[in-house]
C-alpha cells in the first residue's frame, strides 16, 4: 500500500516561514515526478509547486521566490520550505506524486482533477496577520 503523509504544517504569523514534509511509504520518490497542491477554504485545488524527474522545478506566480521545493531520495522525502508566508497561503497542503488518469478511488481526493496518482491527507497551513 502506498502511503503519503504530510508534516509541518501549523499556524504562523505573516512573514514566517514553515517547512512542509512528505514522507512516503510503499512508494519510491526516487525517479518520480512529485507536487504540492493547497486547497484554501471556498477555493479550488491549486497547484503550488512540481519536481519532476530530472526537470526544473514549477511554482505558481503566486509563490514563486517564497516557496522551494526539494526532494531527499534517502529519506524518501519530499519538502516544501515557505518563506514570508501570507494569510492568502492558507490552505490544506497536500503532496502528491505520479501520474495516473482520474478512477473511482481517485476521485475522492478533493484535488483529484489533477490528475496525480498518489495523494497525502493533507496537512493544514493558517497565517495569520
Known amino acids: 500500500e502506498v502511503l503519503l503523509v504530510e508534516s509541518g504544517g501549523g499556524s504562523a504569523q505573516a512573514g514566517g516561514s514553515l517547512r512542509l514534509a512528505c514522507q512516503a511509504s510503499?512508494?519510491?520518490?526516487?525517479?518520480?515526478?512529485v507536487g504540492w497542491y493547497r486547497q484554501a477554504p471556498g477555493n479550488e485545488c491549486e497547484k503550488v509547486s512540481t519536481?519532476?524527474?530530472?526537470?526544473?522545478?514549477y511554482y505558481s506566480d503566486s509563490v514563486k521566490g517564497r516557496f522551494t521545493i526539494s526532494q531527499d531520495n534517502a529519506k524518501n522525502t519530499v519538502y516544501l520550505l515557505m518563506n514570508n508566508l501570507a494569510p492568502d497561503d492558507t490552505a490544506v497542503y497536500y503532496c502528491?506524486?505520479?501520474?495516473?488518469?482520474?478512477?473511482?478511488?481517485?476521485?475522492?481526493?478533493?484535488?483529484?482533477?489533477?490528475?496525480?496518482?498518489?495523494w497525502g491527507n493533507g496537512t493544514l497551513v493558517t497565517i495569520s496577520t
Open positions: 510503499g512508494f519510491s520518490f526516487g525517479g518520480s515526478d
Open positions: 502528491a506524486a505520479d501520474w495516473r488518469l482520474v478512477t473511482p478511488a481517485t476521485k475522492k481526493h478533493p484535488c483529484y482533477l489533477h490528475s496525480r496518482a498518489y
Open positions: 519536481l519532476t524527474n530530472g526537470g526544473s522545478p
